[in-house]
């Protein structure tokens, strides 16, 4: 399936179709591409992560990371280098809010690299300047002066003095390679791990190595730390974390990293009080602010949430992903008809992306508006026939709607086209819908093996489960408190554990 997000990665957002309103520009840098020999495809990572390191220091730009480039990938089931074409890069951009996108190429082969970006103005679709570099390999690191001069020019800023702060290109190398393992696991407050702990493992070798030339390497010791928040040994990944954040000296993917750390460790109040430091010691941190937004909602603090989602939008205006977050946090406070207008706004910003459109179909369910999210969400299906959230949603329309023979095949599809480690929610919340159903029908044995199901998925919201007046005929089941005990403990959920 595809995995369009039920409340993505605090990262998507802007495209083609309404007038977008500029503040400080929002830059997103493409990994770079190559058809160099295996022994040097690190360097599109690499390269690009140099550059955003220059870009993130700058006070008058938002940088947006390789991370929330990755989201949107996910979302659609591409891999991080899938993005080689001036069209590919601008769908991206465009659904990240970004107003430029900058696409590298390279070429490697002992002892040079040559270096290639062209810088894209996401509304014209044109290439606003473009440059190259060539450097010996052991001069690599140099190459973030050369090409970001011509990405500064084309975002009329000046650049900052310093940007990735190693000079060793070996300890670059290496922790690259942890970083290229790390990068896809998202750091949001659903986020889960999803790869296997001998990835993270790696990674941690990786980083360990790239510390051992340079010590005080910040981003070895970020990829490092969350290596070891996969593996489960939090109090090292704080310890790490911490290290990160003061070798750079600004808040960065340290801090987000230290919040999933804590937040996956059941230390809630202190993972919020992490972002909130990060956001006072640099207010622009946007990357933060909506993770910080995200975690409020968990956590039912929606108008704290709505709060930092509208600071959010005050210094990147028209931004869709944070348009659908402050809808979220409307939503839940009751502010139906301003939760569906800027949800609606996000939509006409992108009207490519589908995640946005689903959004809007949720606000329309949350307003008990059921023919409108019905037509809204069979518009995505036509869009992309295999999104499965639009299945989720739209299964869930028809529960509500007591037609039963429906909402039971479009759950199952939604199970179906939810085929990928990132869409478990998706899988989770269809078997919790059909156990309703299944209680509709007076199936008990079949609602306990959905609700096992949901559990083991990850599904461990207790309290709704338990709250559900469709299901309050089993809570006197022994099965159903055994279930209700693992839900809150994380057993049964492979998926939470390290």
Known sequence: GVAVGLMSAAGP???????????????????????????YQWLGLGLAELILARLARSPDVHALSIRQWGAVLRERDQALTAVDTDQAALAVGRSLGARFVVLGT??????????????????????????????????????????????????????????????????????????????????????????????????????????????????????????EALIGDTSNALTHLAAAGKARKSPDLAELGAFWARWRAGQ??????????????????????????????????????????QAYLEMAPAQPWALTQLGYSLARLGKMDEALARTQEAVDVAPADPTFRIELASRHIDAKQLPQAEAVLRKVMEQDPKVAVAYLRLGYVYLLQDNRPLARAILEKAIVEADLDAEWRIRGMAHFDLAKLDMRERNRPAALERLRKAVGEGFAEADRIESDADLAALRDDATFKQLMHDARTGQGNAGSKP
């Open 13 to 39: 957002a802007h495209a083609s179709g309404a007038a977008v309103k500029l503040g400080k520009p929002l830059v997103a840098v493409a990994p770079f591409t190559s058809a160099s020999p295996d022994e």
């Open 106 to 227: 390279f070429s490697a082969r002992w002892p040079d690299v040559k270096a290639s970006v062209r810088v894209l103005d996401a509304v014209s679709g044109t290439v606003v300047k473009e440059a190259t570099g060539l450097v010996h390999l052991e001069e690599a690191l140099t190459l973030d002066g050369i090409l970001g001069k011509a990405i500064f020019d084309a975002v009329g800023i000046a650049p900052p003095k310093q940007g990735m702060q190693t000079r060793s290109v070996y300890a670059w190398h290496q922790a690259t390679l942890c970083r290229e393992i790390v990068t896809w696991q998202s750091l949001g407050p659903r986020a889960r791990p999803v790869m296997p702990r001998a990835a993270a493992v790696q990674a941690q070798k990786h980083c360990q190595a790239a510390l051992a030339l340079d010590p005080n390497y910040p981003e070895a010791l970020e990829g490092l730390g969350i290596a």
């Open 268 to 309: 809630r109040d202190d993972a919020v009080k992490g972002l909130r430091d990060a956001i006072t010691k640099r207010p622009n941190f946007l990357h933060a602010r909506g993770t910080l937004g995200q975690a409020l909602n968990e956590l039912g603090r929606h108008e704290e949430a709505q709060k930092e989602f």
